[in-house]
């Protein structure tokens, strides 16, 4: 079991960049696929991100293709997302999981979230 905390959220302009962060304590984190989802008001939590335990295979949702960028230190835990040239629509609240799954972009298939991290985009 891995129990993820993100931090890193805020309030920024558009086109500014934030890096997100979640540490998950438990022995499996080395072992798990890792993912980034974000929801937004009114809306259904969606993929944004994952990465496979070895750090090999990324996966990302088009909307953030190309700007986003995750990243993972199993010697520290700890996953990463780095957001780039950030725009109004990717105001949501920010969730780290974790899956023993391989490689899968369903929120269903992941059985360990953190509380998440809000980013507000303003224009």
């Known amino acids: 079991q891995v129990d993820p905390?993100?931090?890193?959220?805020?309030?920024?302009?558009a086109g500014d960049s934030l890096r997100l962060s979640c540490v998950a304590?438990?022995?499996?984190?080395?072992?798990?696929?890792m993912g980034w989802f974000r929801q937004a008001?009114?809306?259904?939590?969606?993929?944004?991100?994952l990465m496979s335990w070895d750090g090999l295979i990324t996966s990302y949702?088009?909307?953030?293709?190309?700007?986003f960028t995750?990243?993972?230190?199993?010697?520290?835990?700890?996953v990463y997302l780095q957001m780039n040239s950030l725009k109004p629509e990717d105001t949501a609240?920010?969730?780290?999981?974790a899956t023993?799954?391989?490689?899968?972009r369903r929120n269903l298939d992941?059985?360990?979230w953190g509380q998440g991290t809000q980013v507000t985009v303003s224009s």
């Open 61 to 67: 949702a088009d909307s953030v293709k190309g700007r």
């Open 100 to 104: 023993q799954a391989y490689l899968t």
């Open 5 to 13: 905390v993100e931090s890193g959220g805020g309030l920024v302009q």
């Open 41 to 49: 008001p009114g809306k259904e939590r969606e993929f944004v991100a």
């Open 70 to 78: 995750i990243s993972r230190d199993n010697a520290k835990n700890t």
């Open 25 to 33: 304590s438990g022995q499996t984190f080395d072992r798990s696929t």
């Open 110 to 112: 992941y059985t360990d």
């Open 93 to 97: 609240m920010y969730y780290c999981a």
